[in-house]
């Protein structure tokens, strides 16, 4: 069992929809979930993240995560075009002195939205 | 305030061949990573750079290594490279656990 698991899509939707993007992960200790976005030959980007369990709000994207079931999501709200890219979850374990938690990624969700 | 600079951006090297690659680090950052992103998959964890010194690696072969320096700029360097080498290699900086600032990457062929 991988670590973290993401389904890779594709994920096609009309403009205006609400998209909600998941991944599950195995290793408790996991305490930061990131979600990024890539656009296309590019570097990931970082949209939200979270520590430990509960939800974040930054306008129309919405983090969750339940550490109990060991899942998080992300929801995008009245999706655009532009929102079209790769969705990548991503956690980690970070301590002071330690080796400074690394990113486990999961495979990216690829996300079409069209108009 | 400049993010993370990677080069080259592209470039195509053959098999048994070695190659380096670039990355300044975004003002202030104290710490470097490299990640490898194969074709469809997530970026991998290949090791951490803290203060000039190896500070974590991932399930990645010795004939990955890799240097950071005084200015906090790195290198990463591969030799023998193989033909599953071939890859878009992200450079990643970062203070703590919440601001990682990645590259654009370096696309690497291997023919």
């Known amino acids: 069992q991988k670590e973290v698991e993401q389904d890779p899509g594709p994920l096609s939707v009309p403009e205006g929809a609400i998209v909600s993007l998941n991944c599950t992960y195995s290793?408790?200790?996991?305490?930061?979930f990131m979600w990024y976005r890539q656009y296309s030959r590019k570097g990931p980007e970082l949209l939200m993240y979270?520590?430990?369990?509960g939800n974040k709000e930054d306008g129309r994207f919405t983090a969750q995560v339940d550490k109990s079931s060991k899942y998080i999501s992300l929801f995008i709200r009245d999706s655009q075009p532009s929102d079209s890219a790769t969705y990548l979850c991503a956690m980690s374990v970070w301590s002071y002195g330690g080796s400074q938690g690394n990113l486990i990624f999961g495979k990216g969700t690829k996300l079409s939205v069209k108009p | 305030e400049t993010g993370v600079t990677q080069s080259p951006t592209h470039l195509i090297k053959t098999r048994g061949q070695q190659v380096t690659l670039r990355c300044s680090s975004q003002?202030?950052?104290?710490?470097v990573s490299w990640y490898q992103q194969a074709l469809g998959q997530g970026p991998q964890f290949i090791f951490q750079?803290?203060?000039?010194?190896?500070?974590g690696r991932g399930n990645f072969p010795p004939r990955f290594s890799g240097l950071q320096f005084p200015n906090y700029s790195s290198e990463l360097n591969v030799n023998a490279l193989e033909l599953d080498d071939s890859a878009l290699y992200l450079c990643a900086s970062s203070l703590g656990p919440m601001d990682y600032t990645f590259g654009s990457g370096t696309r690497l062929t291997v023919v």
């Open positions: 979270t520590y430990s369990s």
């Open positions: 003002s202030g950052h104290n710490t």
């Open positions: 290793n408790s200790a996991f305490q930061y």
């Open positions: 750079y803290y203060r000039e010194e190896e500070n």
